[in-house]
């Protein structure tokens, strides 16, 4: 069974850093993270291989966010820095025993974890 949780959440003033942490239990391969705002559709914002040599980072972060994985420890990160007030949301890790990274189709999700910038 897999299990994931995030952590790293908070507020913080425009322009601040935060780190977000997705621990993982089970066999999983592709990870990712997604984002949804309030009354907007939950968009993804990258996701990182299995050996975690090739990342995908989405256009409206890219620049600010990256993303990593600990395979020793079982931990994804997202680093997210010069964050906007437009980057407040929750932030969900996901899953998928699969070796395609890229689409939505993530089949295991965190319980996400709320980040809120204030201008």
């Known amino acids: 069974q897999v299990q994931l949780v995030e952590s790293g959440g908070g507020s913080v003033q425009a322009g601040g850093s935060l780190r977000l942490s997705c621990a993982a239990s089970?066999?999983?391969?592709?990870m990712g993270w997604f984002r949804q705002a309030l009354r907007k559709e939950r968009e993804k914002i990258a996701h990182?291989?299995?050996?975690?040599?090739?990342?995908y980072v989405d256009d409206s972060v890219k620049g600010r966010f990256s993303i990593s994985r600990d395979n020793a420890a079982n931990i994804m990160y997202l680093q997210m820095n010069q964050l906007k007030p437009e980057d407040t949301a929750m932030y969900y890790c996901?899953?998928?025993?699969?070796?395609?990274?890229?689409?939505?189709?993530?089949?295991?999700w965190g319980q996400g974890t709320q980040v809120t910038v204030s201008s």
């Open positions: 996901a899953a998928k025993s699969s070796l395609s990274c890229g689409g939505s189709d993530y089949n295991f």
């Open positions: 089970g066999r999983i391969y592709c």
């Open positions: 990182i291989s299995p050996g975690g040599s090739y990342t």
